[in-house]
C-alpha cells in the first residue's frame, strides 16, 4: 500500500506517519526529515536548501522529486511507503504519477489532514523530538510518560527544529495555502482524496485513518 498524507505545518503528517508505518509495516519516507539530514550532513543538497527552509519556503521541485524518485528505488519500499509531506505542488504530483507508472507502483490514497491555521502554530511552536529516534512530542498535547525520557527509546536528549518559530511558521502556512492547497484538487479530482478531521486528538485522528483504509 503507498499513500501520501497531505496537509499544513504541524497538522500531524509525522505523527501519524510514524503511528502507520508501525501498524502496517509501511516507511515513512518524509522530505523534511530527508532534508534536514542533507543539512546535517553539509550535502550540495543540504547547501541549497537550508537558507529556503529556515524561511519558511519551498525548496526547489527538481530537487525533491530527485531525492523521493531515488528513495523509492530502495528495497524497503517494495511492500509499501508513506509520502510526508511530498507532493507539495502540482508539478511535484505530476511528476509523482509519472515516477510511480514507470517504476510500476500505484497510489492508494491521499489523506488531507485538516487543522485551522491559529491551532498549528500552538502545535509547531510547542513540539520537541527525540534525538536519538526522532518521536514526535508536544509540551502540552503529547509528553513523554515520563518528563525527560522518550517512550519510544529512553534516550533523553530532545530537539527543537530550526524553523518551528512562529515568524517562520506563518511563512510555511502562506506556502502552503498558495503552493500545496491546489493539490486538493488535483487528487480529489481523481477520487483519490480522503480528508480526516486533524484538530481531534492523536488517537482519534488515527482512528479516522484506520477506518477509511479498511473501507479502501
Ligand atoms: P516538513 O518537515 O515537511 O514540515 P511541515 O510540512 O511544515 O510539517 P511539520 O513537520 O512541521 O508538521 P507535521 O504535519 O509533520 O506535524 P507533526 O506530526 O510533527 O518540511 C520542512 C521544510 O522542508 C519545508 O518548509 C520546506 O522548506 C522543505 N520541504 C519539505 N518537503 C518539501 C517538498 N516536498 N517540496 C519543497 N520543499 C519541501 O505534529 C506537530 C506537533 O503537534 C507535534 O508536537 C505533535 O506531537 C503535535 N500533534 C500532532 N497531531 C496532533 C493532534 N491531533 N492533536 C494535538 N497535537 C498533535
Ligand atoms: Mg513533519
Request: glycine fraction near 10%.
Amino acid at each position: 500500500m503507498n499513500l501520501i498524507l497531505l496537509g499544513p505545518p504541524g497538522a500531524g503528517k509525522g505523527t501519524q506517519a510514524r503511528m502507520l508505518g508501525e501498524a502496517h509495516d509501511l516507511v515513512q519516507l518524509s522530505t523534511g526529515d530527508m532534508l534536514r539530514a542533507a543539512v546535517d550532513a553539509g550535502t550540495k543538497v543540504g547547501k541549497q536548501a537550508k537558507v529556503t527552509m529556515e524561511a519558511g519556503k519551498l525548496v526547489s521541485d527538481d530537487i525533491v522529486i530527485g531525492i523521493i524518485s531515488e528513495r523509492i528505488d530502495e528495497p524497503d519500499c517494495s511492500t509499501g511507503f508513506i509520502l510526508d509531506g511530498f507532493p507539495r505542488t502540482v508539478a511535484q504530483a505530476e511528476a509523482l504519477d509519472e515516477l510511480l507508472v514507470q517504476k510500476n507502483k500505484k497510489l492508494d490514497v491521499v489523506f488531507e489532514i485538516r487543522v485551522d491555521d491559529e491551532r498549528l502554530i500552538k502545535r509547531i511552536t510547542g513540539r520537541f523530538t527525540c534525538a536519538n529516534c526522532g518521536e514526535g512530542y508536544h509540551e502540552e498535547f503529547r509528553r513523554p510518560e515520563q518528563d525527560g525520557i522518550c517512550d519510544k527509546c529512553s534516550g533523553t536528549e530532545f530537539s527543537r527544529r530550526k524553523d518551528d518559530n512562529e515568524e517562520t511558521v506563518r511563512s510555511r502556512l502562506t506556502a502552503y495555502h498558495t503552493q500545496t492547497v491546489p493539490l486538493i484538487g488535483y487528487y480529489g479530482n481523481s477520487s483519490r482524496l480522503k480528508s480526516v478531521d486533524g484538530m481531534l486528538e492523536i488517537d482519534s485522528v488515527f482512528k479516522q485513518i484506520e477506518v477509511a483504509l479498511t473501507e479502501l
